[in-house]
């Protein structure tokens, strides 16, 4: 019979000694299990960005502003919506990361999951993906906010871009498909390859080997099945990789000036926390 740990000590008093070397044993098996994962995840791995090239191709995507840590569930909800299994989401699902994860705040984080269209079979997923749209009730500004991300994905429509094949900053880390490696990849890779390409991002033509004020943004695939991703950051053609959307630093300046508090937030917060009271505060937009 399996007994947990409260039935095994109900019996002893509560600072009883053998009870406290019970605890300390628990606590220091879950710090072991935690430190295990956060290695897995890529936490002593180094971020060596390589030459390589992005393969291009129509971007079939849907488009939000959450935490990082979420675009893993994206890209589970637009797997399930193309049929493919988990272990074949490589160099098919991919994600774009618009923004620098250590200079905006996790509900200000805009990213894009989708699929990435490269051949002939590739079109009929995207006619596919792009006919679900007429089933799609979008999501208010409230729910934007406020639906968690399971239900607000499905509310999401797609929307479809086309990225260029181009050069750019490869780097392949780890990747355990958890919390813990979407938290590493958020405050490791993504800053490193984005400083790395936007000291070596180029426009070609005239001025190839000019270094310029270039629009930087990474673009990742994941692989669950070698526990591994490929982050790219493109360093041509930045501005067709934003998908219509500014750049991070014009982005950031129209609410660098909002304060704290905000009247919204205050309402919001309200609507949420109180049974009954979106009955009578209106909605914030």
Avoid at 39 to 66: C, N, W
Wanted: proline fraction near 7%.
């Amino acid at each position: 019979m399996l007994m947990n740990y409260h039935e095994m000590t109900m019996s002893e008093p509560r600072d009883s000694p053998q009870r406290r070397k019970q605890f300390l044993f628990i606590c220091t098996l879950m710090a072991a299990a935690f430190f295990h994962s956060v290695l897995q995840a890529g936490a002593l791995a180094s971020v060596v960005p390589v030459d390589g090239v992005f393969p291009g191709g129509t971007f079939v995507y849907k488009y939000t502003q959450r935490d990082y840590a979420a675009t893993n569930s994206m890209v589970e909800s637009v797997g399930k919506d193309v049929g493919l299994k988990p272990r074949d989401y490589a160099d098919q699902l991919y994600t774009v990361y618009l923004d620098n994860p250590n200079d905006m705040g996790g509900r200000r984080q805009r990213f894009a999951a989708g699929y990435l269209v490269t051949d002939k079979a590739g079109k009929s997923v995207q006619k596919t993906l792009l006919q679900r749209n007429q089933e799609i009730r979008p999501p208010t500004p409230d729910e934007l906010w406020d639906l968690p991300a399971s239900k607000l994905w499905a509310r999401l429509a797609y929307q479809t871009a086309e990225l260029p094949s181009v050069n750019a900053a490869v780097v392949q880390f780890p990747f355990t498909n958890g919390f813990v490696s979407a938290m590493i990849q958020s405050w490791k890779v993504i800053p490193a390859l984005r400083a790395y390409a936007k000291a070596n991002g180029q426009r070609p033509g005239r001025h190839h080997n000019r270094t310029i004020n270039h629009q930087v943004t990474v673009v990742s695939t994941c692989s669950i099945r070698d526990r591994m991703c490929t982050h790219y950051a493109p360093l041509y053609d930045g501005a067709k990789f934003l998908l219509g959307q500014p750049d991070s630093d014009t982005y950031q300046a129209t609410f660098s000036s909002e304060p704290f508090v905000t009247r919204q937030g205050i309402i919001r917060a309200a609507r949420k926390v109180f049974p009954g009271a979106h009955y009578f505060l209106p909605n914030p937009q």
